[in-house]
Every structure is written in structure tokens, then in C-alpha cells.
């Protein structure tokens, strides 16, 4: 009886052991769901934090806010952090789609430049925390382009035909012509849209290939265009990297953009999410992603860090006399929007 006792203990005893060590051969690491808009993180900071804090990062892209809302929207998929474009902001706000952000867990909100805090789009930063800036602008070839370039104008003039790239997007496309004929680029004015679809049916002789998108950014270094509309982070970008290559921002004013990071209304781990806002709104991380990826940084203590002809450029961080002509892009209604979408159908279709 005893040796039976014995040996059920003993069977007990390698089973319970048996249960620890499969217990400790699983190593549990939390997760979060991150949908990024493109390649705009840096690897390093993801394994840094990621090492730090043994949350996984999982992220997947977009290249569309419209589709970002509509995966948010729809709850299919939970993401745990979303980056949001201006425009959509306060619809997202609206539809409860973020959380408001308990900002106890997200200390480094203090390092941003106060400029780009408590925007329109988010009165007070409620729901989102600044992660990257920048406008639309053009570059110009000046080896080819002699004359001084500070205006829409150039994109218009017959002396480069075809060697002219404008951006497959008709808020940038039709928002740069209605700042070149000195109006809001958010306009909701019909006869204001009609004249910068005529502005730009105009234009269509001198532009081959008529319209791109990423594609600018390879053809101005290997002289296929000569002058580009592009985002301040591939402009600036190409010119540090080509001598011949100038960025600048249009006197008449441009898009200004920026982009946050916010919690979803389903995250599963916000804790998680708190802490991954937290660190790459770090003085340390915002260095290394604008360094990265080209972008401008809202964080003041990381631009302080930035070479000087970086932190000191006017087409990067512009003076507030540039500033003060660009805008953000809104939100429009489904009449205006009908009335792009049919303007820009008619640009793009007509020969």
C-alpha cells in the first residue's frame, strides 16, 4: 500500500513538473495591433520597444485614409493604435470611432511644440497625439529650371512640357490649383471648382505622363520630369540626397498636414497602446523616425537635436508667414465632394 502511495505521489510529482515546465516553455508576450499609414515607422524604435516593455507590435498598412476609416469602421479587424490624417479627424471624432486618451499615460504629449497641439481638428488633443507633419510642395530640377521657383505658376509653363508630374489625387491636384488662383483649397464655391477644372484641362498638354503618384519620386533623380508635386518628406529627402534637386514651398500657400496617433473605440489592449504612443512621442524616437523617414517632427525637443540645416530649414519648419497660407484639408460633404468627384472625372478623361 505504501509503495502504491509512493509511487502515485512520485506520478503526481513528475506531473506536476511535467505542467511547469510546459508552463515555462511558453513564453506569453502581449500584443498590439497597429494600422500605420505606409512605411512611416522606423524598424529600430519597434524592436526598441518591443525589447522594453515585451509587447509585440503587429502592424499593417494602408495607403488610403478612406480605407483606414472603413476597416475602423467597419470593427472587422480590432487595431489597438491608428494613424489619422487631419481631414478625418473630427468625423472619426464625431462617429466615436477613438477613445478619448487618458493622458496620465502619455506623458511626452508635454515635448510637443504647442503650434501643432489643440488644432481645430481636436480642440485640447483629446483623442490624438501629433506624430508627423509636412505640406505639399514642388521640386524642380535646378540645373534645367533656372529661374526663381516660389509659385504654382511653374507648373503651368509650356517651356517644360512633359516634363511636368502632377500628383492622381484631387485634393492635392485641384487644391494646389485653387491656392495658385488665389483661393481656399477647401473651397465649396462651384464656380471656384469649375475654374481650376478648367485651370487644369488647360494644363493637359504639357503634362506626360499625365498623372502619378509615387512614381515622381523616381523620375525627377533620373531626369524622365524636371518639376514634381511632392510631400515635403520625399521632397526634402531628394534634395539631401541630389545636389541639383531644390524643394520649396509655393508663396500662395499649400497643404499642411498632419498626422496622429489615436486609440480605436474596440481597442483590446490599450494599456499597450498607451505605452506605444508614449514612447514614440519620445524625444529619442521622434529624432530617429523623422530621420528616417524624411518627415518633420512636432516634437520641439527632438528638433533641437536635428542638424541645423534640417531644423533651420523654411520648407521643413516653415516661418509663420508661409504658415499662415497653408492649410489643412477638411472634411467635405457629400454634395462638394460630388462636385470634385466630377470635376476630377472630367479632367482625367478629357484628351
Known amino acids: 500500500m505504501k509503495k502504491i502511495i509512493k509511487l502515485l505521489s512520485l506520478s503526481i510529482c513528475i506531473a506536476i513538473m511535467g505542467l511547469l515546465l510546459v508552463g515555462c516553455s511558453k513564453k506569453t508576450t502581449e500584443e498590439i495591433n497597429f494600422l500605420n499609414y505606409g512605411e ?21 498598412t494602408f495607403d488610403d485614409m478612406e480605407t483606414m476609416y472603413q476597416k475602423v469602421s467597419s470593427g472587422g479587424v480590432k487595431y489597438d493604435v491608428i494613424l489619422i490624417s487631419d481631414a478625418l479627424m473630427p468625423r472619426m471624432i464625431e462617429k466615436n470611432l477613438i477613445k478619448e486618451l487618458d493622458k496620465e499615460n502619455i506623458p511626452n504629449i508635454s515635448q510637443m511644440d504647442k503650434e501643432y497641439l489643440n488644432l481645430e481638428i481636436d480642440p485640447g488633443n483629446k483623442y490624438s497625439v501629433p506624430y508627423m507633419f509636412g505640406t505639399i510642395g514642388i521640386i524642380y530640377n535646378k540645373d534645367v529650371v533656372t529661374e526663381e521657383v516660389d509659385s504654382w505658376d511653374i507648373l503651368w509653363d509650356e517651356k517644360y512640357k512633359n516634363k511636368i508630374f502632377m500628383f492622381d489625387t484631387y485634393r492635392d491636384t485641384m487644391g494646389a490649383t485653387l491656392k495658385k488662383l488665389g483661393y481656399s483649397l477647401n473651397s465649396t464655391n462651384p464656380k471656384e471648382i469649375k475654374e481650376a477644372k478648367e485651370l487644369l484641362l488647360s494644363q493637359r498638354k504639357l503634362v506626360d505622363p499625365i498623372y502619378g503618384v509615387d512614381n515622381g519620386t523616381t523620375m525627377i533623380p533620373a531626369g ?128
Open 40 to 60: 512611416n515607422i522606423d524598424k529600430e524604435s519597434v524592436k526598441e520597444f518591443e525589447k522594453e516593455y515585451g509587447i509585440k507590435v503587429n502592424i499593417e
Open 224 to 351: 524622365e520630369s524636371d518639376i514634381n508635386m511632392i510631400w515635403s518628406g520625399e521632397g526634402l529627402n531628394l534634395q539631401d540626397e541630389n545636389p541639383n534637386l531644390v524643394y520649396v514651398v509655393p508663396k500662395e500657400g499649400a497643404n499642411f498636414w498632419i498626422d496622429s496617433l489615436c486609440i480605436p473605440h474596440n481597442a483590446k489592449n490599450i494599456e499597450g497602446a498607451e505605452k506605444f504612443i508614449n514612447f514614440v512621442s519620445d524625444k529619442k524616437s521622434a529624432l530617429r523616425i523623422a530621420d528616417e523617414i524624411g518627415y518633420t517632427t512636432p516634437n520641439k525637443e527632438a528638433r533641437l537635436e536635428q542638424p541645423e540645416e534640417v531644423r533651420n530649414n523654411p520648407n521643413a519648419y516653415m516661418p509663420k508667414e508661409i504658415m499662415d497660407r497653408c492649410e489643412i484639408y477638411v472634411d467635405f460633404s457629400k454634395d462638394i465632394k460630388r462636385l470634385y468627384d466630377e470635376a476630377w472625372v472630367n479632367i482625367k478623361s478629357n484628351n
